[in-house]
C-alpha cells in the first residue's frame, strides 16, 4: 500500500504507472525487479507461437487473444510466422505443449493463461536462446517476461453503469478462479457501483474452471434467482450473457464486445486488446531489442476499454463513466483509493491512500458490499 499526502502526489504516484509507451513497464516492487539486457536480433521470417487454455470460440479472453495474434500478422507480413494451439489445460499437458513448441523453433512463445506460469519457467530453462512471455503471472527469469492489464480500472467504470441500472439492489457476478486479477475485478466493480448505490451487493458464484459453459449458466441462472437483475462475469465463454438474456436479466460482458450475444439487455462491456502489444514485442525481438520486464496495460493504453454501451444507459451516467474514464488515463483517478472496507470489517485501504501494483498483485480479500467466499 501507498499512501500520498496531497492530490498532485496521487497524480505524480499514478502517472509513472502508465507511462513508456504502448505497455508500461509496472512498478518498482520486488516481484518485478528483473530486468535482463537486450537479446540479439532474430532474423526475418521469424516463428511465434501462442498457447491458449479455451476454444477460441467467438467471444472472450481467448478469442480476445487470437484478435491479436491476427493483427500481429497483419502488422509485420512476411516478418513475422505465428501460430496457435488451443484448448491446453494448466498442468503437465502444458509443459508438453510448451516444450514440443520451443523444439519446433518458436523462438517466442506467448502463454495465455494464469496456470500457465510454472510451466513456462520450467520449459524456459531448457531453452535459454529462446524468448517467452506469459499472460497474468509474475514469476520471470533470464528469457521470461510477463505481461498483463489493469483490467480492474475498466471493472470500475462498468461499476458505474451497473450502480445506477439495477434495481433490486442485487448484482450477480459469475467469476473463475480466486485469483488476484479475478478479485481486483471484483472489487473494482463493486466499488463503481456503491459508489453509485450503496445498496447494492454483489453475489459471486465461483465455477472454478476458465471455460465450463455448463457452470457459468447454472450460476447464472441461479444468481437469477437469488433475486439478481443485473449479472456480469469473468469466464471465458458468452455463455453468462447468453443465458440472462433468455431470462430477460441485464448483463454487463467482458473480456469480448458481447452486445451481439444479448441483443436487448446488454448494457456494457469491457473489452481487452493485445494487438498493439504483441506486435510492439515482435519488433523488438527481430530488432534485438526484447528484454525481460513486468509490463502493464490499461485505459491509458487502450488495452481495456469499454464498448457498445446501451442507449438504455442514461446520458448523465454515460457523461460521468467519460469523465472517470479520462482521470483514469490522464493518472487523476485510481479504482483502489481509500478508505477501503473488506467484506470482514477491516479496513484495507486508509483514507488518501491507493495500491500501487505489487498489493494489488497479492490481493486475497473482497470489498465490503460482496456476499461470497474465496
Known amino acids: 500500500m501507498t499512501g500520498t499526502g496531497s492530490q498532485e502526489?496521487?497524480?505524480?504516484?499514478?502517472?509513472?504507472?502508465?507511462?513508456?509507451?504502448?505497455?508500461?513497464?509496472?512498478?518498482?516492487?520486488p516481484r518485478q525487479r528483473l530486468l535482463a539486457a537486450p537479446r540479439q536480433p532474430v532474423e526475418a521470417p521469424v516463428d511465434v507461437c501462442f498457447v491458449y487454455v479455451s476454444p477460441i470460440g467467438n467471444g472472450g479472453w481467448t478469442y480476445q487473444h487470437e484478435?491479436?495474434?491476427?493483427?500481429?500478422?497483419?502488422?509485420?507480413?512476411?516478418?513475422?510466422?505465428?501460430?496457435?494451439?488451443?484448448?491446453?489445460?494448466?498442468?503437465?499437458?502444458?509443459?508438453?505443449?510448451?516444450?514440443?513448441?520451443?523444439?519446433?523453433?518458436?523462438?517466442?512463445?506467448?502463454?495465455?493463461?494464469?496456470?500457465?506460469?510454472?510451466?513456462?519457467?520450467?520449459?524456459?530453462?531448457?531453452?535459454?536462446?529462446?524468448?517467452?512471455?506469459?499472460?497474468?503471472g509474475y514469476k520471470m527469469a533470464d528469457n521470461v517476461s510477463v505481461y498483463n492489464a489493469r483490467f480492474y480500472e475498466g471493472r470500475y467504470l462498468a461499476g458505474l453503469i451497473a450502480g445506477q441500472m439495477c434495481r433490486s439492489h442485487i448484482i450477480g457476478y459469475v467469476a473463475?478462479?480466486?485469483?488476484?486479477?479475478?478479485?481486483?475485478?471484483?472489487?473494482?466493480?463493486?466499488?463503481?457501483?456503491?459508489?453509485?448505490?450503496?445498496?447494492?451487493?454483489?453475489?459471486?458464484?465461483?465455477?472454478?474452471?476458465?471455460?465450463?459453459?455448463?457452470?457459468?449458466?447454472?450460476?447464472?441462472?441461479?444468481?437469477?434467482?437469488?433475486?439478481?437483475?443485473?449479472?456480469?462475469?469473468?469466464?471465458?465463454?458468452?455463455?453468462?450473457?447468453?443465458?440472462?438474456?433468455?431470462?430477460?436479466?441485464?448483463?454487463i460482458g467482458y473480456h469480448s464486445n458481447m452486445s451481439r450475444f444479448a441483443p436487448k439487455h446488454h448494457l456494457v462491456s469491457v473489452t481487452h486488446h493485445w494487438g498493439d502489444y504483441y506486435t510492439a514485442r515482435v519488433k523488438a525481438l527481430l530488432a534485438g531489442n526484447w528484454t525481460v520486464g513486468n509490463r502493464m496495460g490499461g485505459i491509458a493504453t487502450g488495452s481495456v476499454r469499454l464498448?457498445?454501451?446501451?442507449?438504455?444507459?442514461?446520458?448523465?451516467?454515460?457523461?460521468?463513466?467519460?469523465?472517470?474514464?479520462r482521470e483514469i488515463a490522464e493518472g487523476k483517478r485510481h479504482p483502489f483509493i481509500g478508505p477501503v472496507v473488506s467484506s470482514d470489517g477491516r479496513t484495507r485501504i486508509a483514507a488518501e491512500a491507493i495500491l500501487d501494483d505489487d498489493a494489488l498483485g497479492k490481493m486475497d480479500w473482497l470489498v465490503e458490499g460482496v456476499v461470497g467466499k474465496i
Open 9 to 29: 502526489g496521487r497524480r505524480r504516484f499514478l502517472a509513472a504507472g502508465v507511462a513508456g509507451g504502448t505497455f508500461a513497464l509496472a512498478g518498482t516492487a
Open 67 to 136: 484478435l491479436g495474434r491476427l493483427a500481429l500478422d497483419k502488422a509485420l507480413p512476411g516478418q513475422v510466422r505465428s501460430r496457435y494451439v488451443e484448448k491446453i489445460p494448466e498442468g503437465p499437458d502444458a509443459d508438453r505443449v510448451i516444450r514440443d513448441l520451443a523444439t519446433q523453433g518458436c523462438k517466442l512463445t506467448f502463454a495465455t493463461s494464469f496456470g500457465y506460469m510454472d510451466s513456462v519457467i520450467r520449459v524456459a530453462r531448457a531453452f535459454p536462446d529462446q524468448a517467452f512471455e506469459h499472460a497474468s
Open 176 to 251: 473463475a478462479m480466486p485469483i488476484p486479477e479475478v478479485l481486483q475485478g471484483i472489487n473494482a466493480f463493486t466499488i463503481g457501483a456503491r459508489s453509485i448505490d450503496p445498496r447494492i451487493h454483489v453475489r459471486v458464484i465461483w465455477t472454478n474452471a476458465w471455460y465450463d459453459p455448463g457452470r457459468e449458466r447454472e450460476a447464472a441462472l441461479t444468481l437469477i434467482d437469488q433475486k439478481a437483475d443485473l449479472v456480469t462475469h469473468h469466464t471465458d465463454s458468452p455463455t453468462v450473457v447468453q443465458a440472462v438474456e433468455e431470462r430477460g436479466v441485464q448483463s
Open 307 to 325: 464498448e457498445a454501451i446501451s442507449p438504455k444507459v442514461p446520458q448523465q451516467t454515460q457523461q460521468l463513466v467519460a469523465r472517470r474514464t
